[in-house]
């Protein structure tokens, strides 16, 4: 039985039995791990505040291969990002960008740069005030490295490049955007403005530590919110439970 060592981050935590914890982990080397930390209810010294939400560690556990979980031996925290915890509007968004994760990642499946995004975010989310187009650059960031990246710089269909002042819709199916003409026969595509693909699309490509340097108009939040809330749908076929808690809390 191996033992593994990695940095991690708590991405949802279930009570099991009378003493044990079933935790999913975000890490750096493995993608997404769940595993059981045994006697974590009973014993409050062994993992301290190690197995709360969002908390960054590095993750000590043993992986049998034939188990479906593997067995935490310990963590030592690195961050727990204690200003989330104090504003109800930054609990909303962190939960909603870890469940985003958890829904949109396979396990086992290793991806470093969605790791290093989620834990850059989290702090962004600690030192800075809760503004939504963290969640929407993060949204659109995440289904760019998860092989999922819209569509953003021309009609999908005809491959033309679309001229302002023309009507542009986005798609969920076909995965992006598609031009008057080619968007006939479709019902209920969302409309969005060409400044909103233009920032979207930055959002993309810009690098993660200038990502700050956005400023997103109420226009391009309002329609970017939603087709990133379609095309997330689309492929997690379900609405998140966070994003019910962000619409609750009025955001």
């Known amino acids: 039985m191996p033992q593994c060592k990695t940095w991690a981050i708590v991405i949802k935590t279930l009570d099991f039995g009378e003493s044990d914890r079933i935790v999913a982990f975000y890490t750096s080397d493995f993608?997404?791990?769940?595993?059981?930390?045994?006697?974590?209810?009973?014993?409050?010294?062994?993992?301290?505040?190690?197995?709360?939400?969002?908390?960054?560690?590095?993750?000590?556990?043993?992986?049998?291969?034939?188990?479906?979980?593997?067995?935490?031996?310990?963590?030592?925290?690195?961050?727990?990002?204690?200003?989330?915890?104090?504003?109800?509007?930054?609990?909303?968004?962190?939960c909603y960008l870890v469940e985003l994760v958890d829904e949109m990642t396979a396990e086992r499946e290793a991806n470093p740069d969605l790791f290093n995004m989620l834990k850059a975010f989290l702090s962004l989310l600690s030192d800075d005030e809760a503004k939504a187009q963290i969640l929407r650059i993060f949204e659109i960031r995440s289904l760019s490295l998860l092989g999922y990246r819209p569509g953003l710089d021309r009609c999908l269909r005809c491959n033309e490049t679309l001229e302002h002042g023309e009507p542009i819709h986005f798609s969920a199916q076909q995965g992006g955007l598609l031009c008057q003409r080619c968007s006939r026969g479709y019902y209920d595509l969302p409309t969005i403005s060409p400044g909103t693909a233009k920032i979207l699309?930055?959002?993309?490509?810009?690098?993660?530590?200038?990502?700050?340097?956005?400023?997103?108009?109420?226009?391009?939040?309002?329609?970017?919110?939603?087709?990133?809330?379609?095309?997330?749908?689309?492929?997690?076929?379900?609405e998140l439970k966070?994003?019910?808690?962000?619409?609750?809390?009025?955001m």
Do not use: W
């Open 242 to 250: 966070s994003k019910k808690f962000l619409r609750d809390l009025g």
């Open 31 to 94: 993608g997404k791990v769940k595993g059981i930390a045994k006697g974590a209810k009973r014993s409050r010294r062994r993992f301290s505040n190690a197995l709360e939400p969002f908390t960054l560690s590095r993750l000590i556990f043993f992986d049998k291969k034939e188990a479906g979980l593997v067995r935490i031996e310990g963590c030592d925290i690195v961050n727990t990002f204690p200003a989330i915890r104090e504003d109800i509007r930054k609990i909303a968004f962190g």
């Open 201 to 238: 699309q930055a959002a993309m490509e810009m690098d993660l530590s200038k990502i700050h340097r956005l400023k997103f108009s109420k226009q391009a939040l309002s329609e970017s919110d939603t087709i990133l809330s379609k095309f997330i749908h689309y492929h997690v076929n379900k």
